[in-house]
């Protein structure tokens, strides 16, 4: 799983770029330029793609069409800005290919923006032209010779080289390298801006002068003269002199949730209409820059941590905001402690971003959910990277151990397992992506195909015509989720104790039938491989269904003074 750094700075006209990088994104082989350069020529096929796609929509020429895509971009990060000049570059060369009848892979061949190395296979997203391959590149490349665009260079083409970027771009890569608040004056893990792994990730900051003030603390003094846990109850009842925290939260057991995750976890996001001519519009890219500030994550809307209302089709609440209605005294109290690229292999690299003081805070909920990279990579050959059950024993005792130094008695962690992900194949393959329901030229089995080509798929071992690698990669992840039930029901810890949780992936398809839906629709549309808002949400449900069927004990009591919070405090200042 490669890092995000690199691609994700690459957005404006490449800002799809994204699309994969911080789908498979993680710590390593940045260094490696064959997987810098298949990002590249990703994010320029899909460019590509789109441009052409507007061509036929709007019966407009190509340049209307570059004009129109960047028109559509907003004014924030210099992004409209950068996109222009990228078609200011490209697109002349851009127009005469399209004249000349080359599709989309050519066109980016012919930029170089992909390349076939010798002795690699050629990648293509698209069918391959009548003509041979050979003759339609060199016919393509005439057009093209005396281009000037040709002398940028594509190996080392960074566009947060441009002086009005280079700013914005450090603040994301900081943000993505520390994995706690970059606005934080008081360097207590917690801000009062949102993005950059502010409060979408973690509950806000309700004073970010003051290092002793955060959410999840217990009361200083009960919050008399000033809210020193962020809930929005403090003061003091002038009826009858008691602290309204002692009065409300007293013997409630407040309590918060912390995700140890991955991608899934941060709900890893791309919506369809950023590439679908049909659907694209002013509109459309509204979120786009809070969405590269958050690493394309929305954690805001995750089934664990989310705090804003659902835009799925099913309203239900996440696990957090699930707490918060059964003890408004826990208002605040999440952390989404999750990375694109995240495994139990370098848990260890980020884990130390978790706040919590066994001193002075109170107990929390941990829930350890990295459900996907222990089996998935983007090798040809992605078996030998898998995790072992033994290397996945070792690195959770050592996750495990670090929380019980770090977590406040009382505390519950609950090992998630891993899915059966032949479920994307099953239900996908033969399905048109976003780029091909115009055309009808276009399947998931070819876009699946495009990425493990180019060595950048999220996941090769699931998202193959391979039904034997399909299989291997399915046995392992059941090793790996017998192991973590084997920690779960083998070790005891001081501070928390342990549970284990199937991730039953076909419980949530039964859920969504049952609501009328069809299995295929709980995946994210564009990368064909996260679960989607609706997944996530209806893995919380069941979530919540089995602490409160076999171990209600997690959850806390129900408070009995919720009314009276509202009455006093209301939204208790809001998220």
Known sequence: MKSPQKILMTAPLFFLLTLHTLVSSGYDNWTDSRHSNSHYCIGCVLVVSIIEQFTQVHNSTVQTSMERLCSYLPEKLFLKTACYSMVHIFGPDIIKLFRAHMNADVVCHTLEFCKQDPGQPLCHLYPLPKEAWKFTLEKARQIVKKSPALKYSRSGFDICSLPFLAKICQKIKLA??????????????????????????????????????????????????????????????????????KKFCEGSQPRGVILLGDSAGAYFHIPPDWITASQMSLKSFFKLPIALTNELDWPQLSGTTGFLHSTSRIKQNS????????????????????????????????????????????????????????????????????????????????????????????????????????FLWDHLHDRYHPLGQLNKDVTYAHFYSFLNCLQVSPCHGWMSSNKTLRNLTSERAEQLSTT???????????????????????????KWQKRGGQPWQLIEPVDGFHPNEVASQLFADLFWEKMQRQWPHVLGKENPFNPQIEQVFGDQGGH
């Open 484 to 510: 973590l039930k084997k920690i779960a029901t083998s070790q005891k810890f001081m501070n928390f104790d342990l549970f284990y949780l199937d991730f039953d992936f076909q419980k949530i398809v039964k």
């Open 176 to 245: 993505i390298q520390n994995s706690v608040p970059l606005e934080d004056a008081d360097s207590d893990k917690y801000s009062d801006f949102p993005a950059l792994r502010g409060f979408h990730w973690r509950g806000r900051d309700c004073n970010d002068s003051n290092r002793m003030a955060y959410p999840g603390r217990r009361p200083d003094n009960w919050d008399s003269y000033q809210d020193s846990n962020c809930n929005g109850i403090w003061g003091v009842d002038p009826k009858d002199g008691i602290p309204y925290e």
């Open 319 to 422: 696990i957090y905001l699930r707490l918060r209605k059964r003890n408004h005294c826990n208002h605040r109290d999440y952390q989404n402690i999750s990375k694109n690229g995240a495994s139990s292999q370098n848990l260890e690299r980020f884990i130390e971003t978790l706040s919590r003081n066994q001193l002075l805070d109170y107990p929390a909920i941990v829930i350890y959910a990295m459900i996907g990279n222990d089996v998935c990579s983007g090798n040809i050959d992605p078996l030998p990277e898998m995790t072992t059950p033994e290397k996945l024993y070792s690195k959770v005792m050592q996750t495990l151990q670090y929380l019980d130094s770090h977590l406040p008695k009382g505390s519950h962690v609950i090992l998630l397992g891993l899915p059966d992900g032949r």
